[in-house]
């Protein structure tokens, strides 16, 4: 039973998301990535406690960690900055010498978080393409009317679910750049035509074969950790199927944590801005997630939450210890390894409630329907249909605020389900100071999987009780999703809280950016699971174009108008009055308040420039749900039924 079990427990993972596959390396060059540092592969393992044991830190400070490397981090963001007005230029106003002449007080200036949204492939492969233009490393990305320069600027890049994967890779894959990550050959990352449950691509032996190691290798490693005695559920089996397309690295990068990101040499240099990926709390008897979720966040350091409920961080190299009180009773060892890379960017994109509540809406052959739900159902009864965090880290701490202080387990589930599909809640925590957040928005919001703002909207609502779920956390007024759709919000970018004095409380200015066809058909479907290079690297462009507004051609000032979206708050902070270029691009681009609630007419915008051509003869990718990919997939499960 257990590994019928394991193998439609990776379906189920993949239909939730729409997935591909891919190969890990033969001749992997094992110093490029971050660190395979895991005790015992994907088993987590009991180790001698560091000489100050582990302990839950309260959340009213940033960790001493992040401290100490946002030093570094702004003076890195310093000369980022400074390249980045190297080409981006405001009329009238000389943003380098500002730049020069405050940057003896950097908290002067400008700090920048990037938001990268869920939304599966679609969400990473869009996102990827604003990355891409935001990449100083990118071929061309600083010439004018590009946005080059502005990922060297920020501090914190935060993403959720499909936006997790892009940022996991990132990282996962030494502080690669996107434009690398699409050159990996095949056999390696980001190859999303063999879809994810079938594993990465056959080589020399069949597909068939190969698909049977793979699953093998993936029962295996969960097998492990269930046998030394942790709880595992569907996202074990979905986290080690993503990882071997994400990180690159025998067996799906196996013995890489999370943790080792701060660990690499590229993040202690403080070259790269702060990944971070988001999860939602399961509160104890609720199969909703609702807007007062826990919202919990992975840092490089930490696991943990700012809301009232528990507000407090663990190490997240220690997770998988006992905690209990707060602290690691003297009596038991600290655990490392569960930290798996791959079960956190599973836990960020744990879809299963959902597609438990949904899957007769999807086009899934019948057969995996009638036993995903069966499997599921009998799951669901196990209240297993999330990521166990079990031992609960937050064990009897906060005992008089957590919903969860009781529970041995934690559930954890995908970040997206409280509607807040865009990572903000790490960027708008006052003590991260952040000024202005990129938010790049693929949700599939409305009926052509375009944005319509409804994850503005859930961010904007939580932040209305300051005194409840969002503790202190302020949002600019946004508007409802209908007024989005009329006064076209969600058709360009649009910039939120550009006055200061209207919010509920600091909080950063929001660019925000949704998904758009420029050159190609970007709104594919959240459950498409496999994706030809031709149309990645289509939808990647699209994106870069989506972030840069068609390298200016959509409108000639967009690189000037990020660049004063960008030192907006500075100026207020420095007494510096706004150019007069500034302000005519917070007329274009600010929201001015005005409403349109009327029910709008459904959104299906057209290709705004030329189209790529990205049609070819054979369509291998579309070959999964004929009969033969139906077929193959039985004969999967059958082998998989017949290790039993
Ligand atoms: C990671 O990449 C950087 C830049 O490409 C390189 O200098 C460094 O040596 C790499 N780190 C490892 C551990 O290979
Ligand atoms: C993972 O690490 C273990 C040691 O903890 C090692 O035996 C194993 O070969 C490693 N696996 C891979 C795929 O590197
Ligand atoms: C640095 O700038 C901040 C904000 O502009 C200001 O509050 C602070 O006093 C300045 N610090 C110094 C040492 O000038
Ligand atoms: C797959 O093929 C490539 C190119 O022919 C080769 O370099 C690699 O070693 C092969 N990988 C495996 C797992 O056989
Ligand atoms: C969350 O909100 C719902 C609906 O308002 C409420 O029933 C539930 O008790 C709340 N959960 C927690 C843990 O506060
Ligand atoms: C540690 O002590 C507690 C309380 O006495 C006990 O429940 C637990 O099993 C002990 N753990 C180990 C590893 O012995
Ligand atoms: C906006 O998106 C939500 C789902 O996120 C959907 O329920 C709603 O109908 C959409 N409204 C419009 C006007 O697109
Ligand atoms: C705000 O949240 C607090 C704590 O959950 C609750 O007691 C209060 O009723 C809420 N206020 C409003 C206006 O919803
Ligand atoms: C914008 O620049 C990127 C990168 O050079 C390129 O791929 C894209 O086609 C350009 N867009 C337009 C509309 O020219
Ligand atoms: C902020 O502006 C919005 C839109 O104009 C308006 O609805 C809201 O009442 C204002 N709020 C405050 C606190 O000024
Ligand atoms: C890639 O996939 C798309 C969508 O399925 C298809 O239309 C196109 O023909 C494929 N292109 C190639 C080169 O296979
Ligand atoms: C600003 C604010 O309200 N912070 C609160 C967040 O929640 C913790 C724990 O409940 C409180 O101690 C803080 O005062």
Same mark, same amino acid.
């Given at each position: ?51 100050? =044991? ?19 981090? =702004?003076?890195?963001?310093?000369? $980022? ?29 400008? +700090? ?44 914190? *890049? ?35 035509? &063999?879809?994810?449950?079938?594993? #990465? ?79 939602d709390g399961r509160n104890p008897g609720e199969l909703l997630i609702l807007g007062n979720a826990t ?41 490392? $390894? ?12 744990s879809l299963f409630n959902q597609i438990l509540l949904q ?6 052959? &019948? *057969? ?12 669901g009864?196990?209240n297993?249909d999330i ?16 919903p ?7 559930s954890?589930v995908d970040g997206g389900e409280d509607l807040q ?29 375009? #944005? +319509? $703002?409804?994850?503005?909207?859930a961010?904007?609502? =939580?932040?209305?009780?300051?005194? $409840? ?9 946004? #508007? ?12 360009? #970018? ?20 949704? +998904? ?6 970007? +709104? ?48 207020? =902070? ?34 705004? *420039?030329?189209? *790529? ?32």
């Amino acid at each position: 039973m257990k590994y019928q079990w394991s193998a439609l427990g990776v379906a189920a993972g993949f239909l939730s998301a729409s997935h591909a596959a891919t190969v890990p390396a033969a001749n992997v060059e094992v110093l490029r990535r971050a660190l395979p540092n895991a005790p015992d592969g994907y088993t987590p393992e009991g180790v001698r406690c560091p000489s100050t =044991r582990p302990t839950v830190r309260g959340a009213a400070k940033l960790s001493d960690n992040e401290l100490d490397w946002l030093k570094g981090r =702004r003076e890195k963001t310093l000369q $980022g900055m400074k390249d980045f007005f190297g080409h981006v230029s405001i009329d009238g106003f000389d943003a380098s010498s500002y730049i020069d002449q405050h940057a003896s007080n950097d908290s002067s200036l400008p +700090n920048i978080g990037i938001a990268v949204s869920g939304g599966g492939y679609r969400a990473l492969m869009n996102g990827a393409g604003a990355v891409k233009a935001f990449d100083s490393r990118t071929d061309g990305s600083t010439s004018s009317g590009h946005l080059g320069g502005l990922l060297q600027s920020a501090t914190y *890049l935060a993403g959720l679910s499909g936006g997790g994967w892009l940022v996991g890779s990132l990282y996962l894959n030494n502080d690669s750049s996107v434009q690398e990550l699409q050159d990996e050959t095949e056999g390696s990352v980001w190859e999303f035509s &063999s879809p994810i449950f079938l594993g #990465p691509k056959a080589n020399d032996s069949s597909q068939v074969s190969a698909s049977i190691d793979y699953y093998g290798d993936l029962v295996r490693s969960v097998d492990g950790k269930r046998d030394a005695g942790y709880d595992v559920s569907i996202t074990d089996y979905w986290g080690r199927a993503l990882s071997y397309q994400l990180i690159n690295a025998p067996e799906g990068g196996v013995n890489y944590t999370w943790s080792s990101i701060a660990l690499s040499d590229g993040f202690k240099n403080a070259d790269m801005p702060m990944p971070i990926l988001i999860a939602d709390g399961r509160n104890p008897g609720e199969l909703l997630i609702l807007g007062n979720a826990t919202v919990f966040e992975f840092n490089p350091f930490e696991f943990g939450t700012f809301d009232p409920t528990i507000f407090g961080f663990v190490p997240v190299e220690y997770l998988g210890s006992k905690f209990e009180e707060g602290v690691i009773p003297n009596n038991e060892s600290c655990v490392r $390894g569960f930290d798996n890379a791959g079960f956190i960017m599973g836990t960020s994109s744990s879809l299963f409630n959902q597609i438990l509540l949904q899957i007769d809406d999807y086009d899934v052959p &019948s *057969l995996i329907k009638t036993a995903l739900k069966s499997v599921l159902k009998s799951i669901g009864a196990d209240n297993n249909d999330i990521a166990p965090y079990e031992p609960n880290p937050f064990y009897k701490y906060a005992e008089d605020t957590s919903p969860f202080a009781d529970l041995k387990s934690l559930s954890v589930v995908d970040g997206g389900e409280d509607l807040q599909n865009i990572p903000l809640h790490p960027l708008i925590q006052p003590e991260r100071h952040v000024d202005v957040i990129i938010a790049v928005d693929s949700s599939a919001d409305n009926i052509y999987n375009w #944005p +319509n $703002g409804t994850a503005l909207v859930a961010t904007y609502n =939580r932040s209305l009780n300051s005194t $409840g779920i969002a503790n202190g956390t302020a949002f600019p007024a946004i #508007p409802d999703v209908n007024t989005f759709v009329n006064l076209g919000l969600n058709s360009r #970018p649009t910039f939120f809280g550009c006055d200061s004095s209207n919010m509920t409380g600091p909080s950063p200015l929001i660019v925000y950016i949704p +998904n758009s066809p420029y050159v190609t058909f970007s +709104n594919t479907s959240t459950f498409d699971m496999a994706y030809n290079n031709t149309l990645r690297d289509a939808i990647i462009q699209n994106g870069y174009n989506v972030a840069t507004m068609g390298n200016g051609t959509r409108d000639e000032n967009w690189s000037t108008c990020v660049g004063c979206a960008v030192l907006s708050r500075s100026f207020e =902070r420095t007494n510096t009055a706004v150019p007069e270029a500034c302000k005519k691009c917070f007329d274009t681009y600010c929201w001015d308040g005005k409403l349109d609630s009327k029910t709008p007419d459904t959104y299906a915008p057209s290709i705004l *420039l030329d189209a *790529l051509k990205i049609d070819a003869e054979d369509n291998a990718a579309s070959a999964l749900f004929t009969p033969v990919g139906v077929s193959f997939l039985s004969a999967i499960a059958v082998a998989m039924f017949s290790l039993v």
